[in-house]
């Protein structure tokens, strides 16, 4: 058998997240108790009663194809939830439903960037854009995020990145690997960079529900100007602890989302009929399981944060959103993966290196709070211990 693959897939590497997890895994089997912070998954069940709409889906035969861009009715949910955040009048055509937030990453991309052109992400950032973005044959051209900057865009370099042949711009607020929002000024700027150079935005607002302090997130895509050139992205993989049920969805202009639906229907063909259902109690449903969540990832992150910054050479700015925190360990004189290897095999304390998110989180570690406070300070007591 002729084992060679095609050059459109060579650079495809695994999440970062899932090396650390086979690695911790071997540990585990030599008997080491491992504490785990490098999955971006929440640890709650998915509320009850979105479990339950699911069931009773299944038990009412909702086990067929659905519409390839969605069931109207989820469409509509989606597009009154939407209005409801950012106050606007989408409408439900312009939703575009799928197997999880991932495919509204890269059939948007796959439908509007033509090999050789140039798609600005930020890095550190979610490594499926880079992969997407060379997928389509095109140029990731990386825009340092760095934290004397707030982790925002870098906007001088970024003004000098955007160019002829810039197609599409990825943001991603709040961000992973970092928390940070990025600010209205920021948006302005950037959605004006955008007009001028006449290029597309791709906004993952996937953790626009997880921010904390009472903080609302600002959307490029309410900006004026922006909806015809604005595609934005969520799911209920973060916000309703959903991340097996497999449901996103991206808002974009009429005639673009044709383009993505034919896109589903030839690969994916439609998302699970019974997992919209989930999706709509989700949405209509009580909202208090999310702020319930909220609360305690909010404890999380501050006992996270703190326990961080009392180790020596660590630093960690305060993330406004999402659950990960982000510390700087310039200060111990490791490299990230120096510094990720020594906590898993000393520690026992799974992370992240900041370099699985880009070459610009080099002296940097990403850590999950989606898990227990007793998990959490277990595992800050293990990494006291090493240093
Ligand atoms: N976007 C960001 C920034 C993420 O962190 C993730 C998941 O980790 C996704 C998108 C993918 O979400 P989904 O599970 O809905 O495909």
Known sequence: MNADFTERISHLKPEGAYQVLTRASQLEKQGREIIHFEIGQPD?????????AGVRAIQEGKTRYTNPAGMSSLQEAIA??????????IN????VVGPGAKPLLFFPTLALVEAGDEVIYPDPG???YEAMIRLAGA???????????????NLTVFDSLVNSRTRLIILNSPGNPTGAVIPQADLEHIAAKAQEADC???????????VYDQMKVPSILSMPGMQQRTILVDGFSKTYAMTGWRLGFGIMPVELAGKVELLLTHSVGSTAHFTQFAGLEALQGDQACVQEML?????????????LNSLPGVSCRLPQGAFYAFPNIRGTGLSSSQAADLFLEKAGVALLPGTAFGKNGEGYLRLSYATSLENIERGLDALRRVF
């Open 44 to 52: 709650f069940e998915t509320p009850e009663h979105i479990r339950m």
């Open 80 to 89: 009154a939830s939407v209005n409801l955040r950012l106050d606007m009048e």
């Open 92 to 95: 439900p055509q312009q939703v």
């Open 126 to 128: 979610f490594p499926t």
């Open 139 to 153: 140029v990731p051209v990386a825009v340092p995020l760095l934290e004397e900057g707030g982790f925002s865009f």
């Open 200 to 210: 597309w935005v791709m906004s993952d607002e996937i953790y626009a529900h997880l």
């Open 295 to 307: 609360v305690e990832y909010q404890r999380r992150r501050d006992v996270m944060v703190d326990g």
